[in-house]
């Protein structure tokens, strides 16, 4: 059923992750009546509209710019349960009140969660001004990455958490853990006999972890230039993916389990080799609106990644991600070894033998094979085997990412959410690579990164572009 009665404070409600993000999912949620019956959503802003119709209207626009005309009816009793708070100061005096007094509306069983969707550098003092509210003493605070940009800040910022909210009580969101795809990961690896005992390094050669994007940086100048694709998106997608296909089958589907795993393969990762990370820049980025004309930030990264434990040992992890390359993908790629004997007649595609994850809204799952040709010879090709989820499931309602997580903090379940230990060793892991980065190299847009990257997985190559 539907989660506990709740009052969801949303700060940073004017900024771009609550009107692209968060408004459109709770939306959503709301329609398909998963949200609890009972609920209060109190937004606030540094800089807001200065009036609620003028918030609400921003707010009507921003879920319709996501999801085409919206079903007014639903809006309107959606919208009644909005209160809003202009703007905040440091003590917070006003939201406070606006909190309480959604919260008393409620009832004594009313659950609060603070949802932080404002920029990293105003986190700890905001808080530090939650720390003092009331309702601090059982809220929930949901954080967005990156999670301090080195492992003294993520420190620093834990200390200050830890202060007010214990680990059971602090959602750090990585986005990717939400998508449909990312959790059916588990679910191929964990639901089914044939995978696990194949699933090392006796069987698999090699993973990579692309996720091109096509877009620029959109005008998220500020962002880009304080935060780069590493700790973007490296840091925290790719190595939660990484996590995802690596770890060790858990012996529970909960928070617990999955972070132990996750925390042990995070151990067992070897330090970066410094010559097998390129780091690149797409030409014309120093342009940009907002952008530092010789700035150094890096837009594009490609690694390699070794987990040094005896599952793993060996087999080497390629990642790759940036802005403005050649296309828009979310591809996994798990190699296997090459049968011990050579039986059948005739060259050998390289690249089937492979099984590939497609994490799109649309997950799909193939496995490319060789098979025999029909006629008369014993000559191979390629063939593919496929699984499509939402062909699989009809029927289903899939959530998007927002959705399934906002549910999840409402619902109690940390299981997609990053663990305080799990940031603290990524950082430790990082720290030597980014106090010293590799030389930026530059890209075009619309290639697949500098020509140095493209080498990275030797002979074989990247799997994408597809062939
Ligand atoms: C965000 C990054 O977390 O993820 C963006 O800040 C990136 O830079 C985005 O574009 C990609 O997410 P998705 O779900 O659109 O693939």
């Not at 301090?148 to 800040?153: I, K, R, V």
């Not at 594009?300 to 992890?317: K, L, Q, R, S, T």
């Not at 033998?353 to 029909?374: M, S």
Request: charged share 25%; net charge negative; with cysteine.
């Amino acid at each position: 059923g539907p989660p506990a009665p709740h009052v969801l404070v949303v700060l940073g409600a004017t900024g771009d992750l609550a009107r692209r993000k968060l408004f459109p999912a709770l939306f959503r949620l709301w329609l398909l009546d998963l949200l609890p019956e009972r609920f209060h959503l109190v937004c606030s802003a540094r800089t807001a509209p200065e009036n609620r119709d003028l918030f609400l209207a921003m707010v009507h626009s921003a879920v319709e710019a996501r999801r085409g005309a919206i079903d007014e009816v639903g809006w309107q009793r959606f919208a009644d349960r909005i209160s809003f708070v202009p703007t905040f100061n440091d003590n917070g005096a006003e939201l406070e009140s606006a909190i309480s007094a959604a919260a008393k509306d409620l009832g004594s069983e009313a659950h609060c969660v603070y949802y932080l969707a404002i920029p990293p550098a105003s986190t700890e003092s905001v808080v530090r001004m939650l720390g003092a509210f009331d309702a601090t003493a059982s809220a929930k605070i949901v954080l967005e990455k990156p999670f301090g940009t080195n492992l003294e800040s993520a420190r620093r910022l834990n200390e200050t958490l830890w202060e007010f909210f214990g680990e059971g009580r602090i959602y750090r969101i990585d986005h990717f853990l939400g998508k449909e795809a990312v959790q059916n990961i588990l679910a191929l690896r964990f639901a089914n006999g044939m995978f696990q005992p194949v699933w090392s390094h006796q069987h698999i050669c090699y993973v990579q972890i692309d996720v091109p994007e096509q877009i620029d940086i959109q005008g998220r100048a500020d962002f880009m230039e304080s935060t780069g694709t590493f700790r973007d998106m490296i840091s925290t997608h790719l190595f939660q993916l990484l996590g995802f296909v690596a770890l060790a089958p858990p012996s529970r589907l909960d928070a617990w389990s999955l972070r132990h795993e996750m925390v042990k393969i995070f151990r067992s990762l070897r330090p970066p080799d410094p010559t097998r990370v390129v780091f690149g820049q797409y030409e014309g980025y120093r342009e940009e609106a907002g952008v530092d004309e010789f700035s150094d930030v890096e837009t594009f990264v490609a690694m390699e990644v070794y987990i040094d434990d005896w599952c793993w040992i060996g087999v080497p992890f390629y990642l790759r991600t940036g802005k403005a390359l050649a296309a828009a993908r979310r591809t996994i790629t798990i190699g296997f070894r090459e049968p011990p004997l050579k039986v059948f007649p005739g060259d050998v595609d390289e690249t089937c033998n492979e099984l590939v994850l497609e994490l799109t809204d649309d997950p799909k799952i193939f496995a490319d094979v060789r098979a025999k040709i029909p006629g008369p010879t014993f000559d191979l090709g390629r063939g593919r085997m496929r699984l499509a989820l939402l062909e699989a499931f009809p029927d289903s309602e899939p959530l998007e990412a927002y959705e399934r997580l906002l549910l999840d903090v409402m619902r109690g379940d940390p299981t997609l959410f990053i663990s305080t230990e799990q940031v603290e060793l990524l950082w430790q892991l990082f720290d030597p690579l980014l106090d010293e980065p590799p030389p930026l190299r530059r890209y075009p847009r619309g290639a697949w990164g500098p020509s140095e990257a493209l080498r990275l997985p030797g002979e074989r190559g990247w799997r994408l572009p597809d062939s």
